[in-house]
């Protein structure tokens, strides 16, 4: 799925570019109650709203809902996703048509590298925050890399070895990568 | 009209509108007016519920010295017309409960009302409107940079909301195209809708736009600003909350201009406790959930922001 027919069918859902999986079920619900049934949003104009309009709005929701569960599908399958969920920016295509292959060797996994492929990913940060029973500052601070507010080193490790795991990218790499950002950042001090 | 609604030294005009009576414009309206003020900001609070007005028991005060009435029959200014509050920084023009009624008011006297709030010398002005759609609320209404609807989760207050903002974007059609010169064309095509096909207000819109180059750039200019923001009163459960997002869907569908859902405000006895011992409450009860979502409208609305809602769906 490109990016455009992504943002389409979040668009039909009345959902942000961020939306999570269970985001895009609950909105996918409620347009369709709304839309398909009676309720008091609606009739007080019901005459505004045909039977043929509800229909090809309802179409409209019916199949933004299936490409983007299809999507999701499809991501989840992936044995590795990350090749698919590395930023454009350091040259991965999000194409899923591509067979999911290493990532590039020459991606570093900063915080904000892990921040995109989470959100490529579609999982909320208080998921992870709830998982692992990190708090949610900490994890931010790991994204935005603000090291002074992150724990020593050997915890550190422990918890980017766990939130490589959540995003299904390899611990030692992310380890090794965001360590040693960290320790140049610690050796200017 | 349209193009004069900036502030003195670029302040905001808020006007708090929704058709039906009883859903809490003017709690809104003194409530957001008190934490814009809290926040430093200089604000005047009007009261245009004229024949209704009651913003000042909002503020502990019973009976105001000075109201909109010596604006309507001695012609005093606007500006010596504010009432003090418990903030040095926020004052009301009380509205008048007795002389006047809404469509008695002519139309010079409004265009003059019109420009003397625009030239009060603070950042906000508050607008608290009547019930109803009468012209005279829909044209302050549309004076307001940010134009604020707040309704109650229940079937009249949702039916009289969408007459409201239907009437208020076909009095703004209408007033902007009557500006560029075209003053009969809406309401000759209107009138004659059924052979042009049309079946509603979007229809006209964009039979407008699209059999007018010239009018359609103009609509999308002048109508760019016309947002809503969107605010539901008395909420008791998340399905209650959640029918701001399906309202504003249908909104967005039925008229095509955009809705931003700015909050919702629980229902709580302690907003009737509060008028009721004469202390406002965005100053005395800053700890109560609805004082708290008070303050998030304020931000999103302040911000084009829109509130978080709950998960589930109503």
């Known amino acids: 799925m490109t990016p455009e027919e992504m943002k389409r069918h979040l668009d039909v859902l009345e959902l942000g570019a961020r939306a999570t999986p269970s985001e895009i079920k609950n909105a996918y619900l409620r347009l369709r109650k709304l839309y398909g ?136 790499k992310v380890v090794d990568d965001y360590i040693a950002r960290y320790r140049e950042w610690k050796s200017k001090r | 009209m349209a193009n004069t609604t900036r502030l003195a030294k670029e302040g905001e005009i808020w006007a708090v509108g929704g058709g039906k009576g009883g859903t809490g414009k003017t709690f809104i309206t003194s409530s957001t007016g008190t934490t814009l003020a809290k926040r430093g900001h200089r604000v005047v609070m009007v009261d245009m519920d004229i024949g209704g007005a009651n913003l000042h028991s909002f503020f502990g005060i019973s009976r105001p010295q000075k109201s909109l009435t010596s604006f309507f029959e001695s012609g005093t200014r606007l500006s010596d017309l504010t009432v003090d509050t418990d903030l040095p920084n926020m004052s009301l023009i009380t509205g008048d409960i007795h002389s006047i009624a809404s469509d008695t008011i002519r139309f010079s ?5 019109f420009r003397q709030i625009m030239k009060l010398n603070v950042q906000n002005v508050l607008i608290d409107l009547g019930a109803g759609s009468h012209a005279n609320t829909l044209d302050t209404f549309l004076i307001a940079d940010r134009m604020i609807i707040v309704l109650t989760p229940e079937v009249i207050a949702i039916e009289n909301m969408y007459h409201f903002v239907k009437n208020s974007l076909f009095r703004k059609v209408k007033l902007t195209l009557k500006e560029y010169g075209f003053k009969e064309i809406v309401q000759h ?126």
């Not at chain 1, 698919?84 to 920016?89: L, T």
């Not at chain 2, 006297?109 to 009302?113: A, E, G, I, P, R």
């Not at chain 2, 629980?266 to 009737?272: K, S």
């Open chain 2, 109 to 113: 006297q409004k265009l003059k009302l």
């Open chain 1, 37 to 172: 049934g009676t309720s008091i949003v609606l009739d007080p104009i019901a005459e505004e709203f045909s039977d043929k309009k509800r229909s090809k709005i309802l179409q409209e929701i019916e199949d933004a809902y299936a490409a983007l569960l299809k999507a999701g599908r499809e991501r989840e399958a992936a044995p590795m996703p990350y090749a698919a969920a590395a930023p454009a920016a350091v040259g991965a295509a999000p194409k899923e048509a591509e067979p999911a292959g290493p990532p590039p060797a020459d991606l570093v996994f900063s915080g904000p590298v892990l921040r995109e492929v989470r959100e490529r990913l579609g999982i909320d940060l208080l998921e992870i925050s709830k998982l692992l029973k990190l708090r949610g500052e900490l994890l931010r601070g790991m994204e935005e890399e603000r090291y002074e507010i992150l724990p020593e080193e050997i915890y550190l490790k422990v918890h980017l070895k766990n939130l490589a795991a959540c995003l299904r990218l390899k611990p030692a």
């Open chain 2, 189 to 314: 095509i209107w009138d004659r809708r059924q052979s042009y096909g049309i079946k509603n207000l979007k229809d006209l819109i964009d039979y407008l736009k699209d059999s007018f180059s010239y009018i359609r750039t103009i609509l999308d200019n002048e109508l760019a600003g016309f947002r809503i923001h969107l605010v539901v009163n008395m909420v008791r459960n998340n399905q209650d909350i959640l029918l701001g997002t399906s309202i504003k869907s249908v909104l967005t569908k039925y008229l095509g201009v955009p809705i931003l859902y700015s909050g919702y405000v629980e229902y709580n006895d302690v907003v009737w406790k509060s008028v009721r011992e004469r202390k406002q409450l965005m100053l005395n009860y800053t700890a109560t959930g609805c004082a708290k979502q008070v303050e998030t409208i304020v931000d999103n609305i302040l911000n084009g922001r829109e509130v978080n809602v709950p998960g589930g769906y109503a």
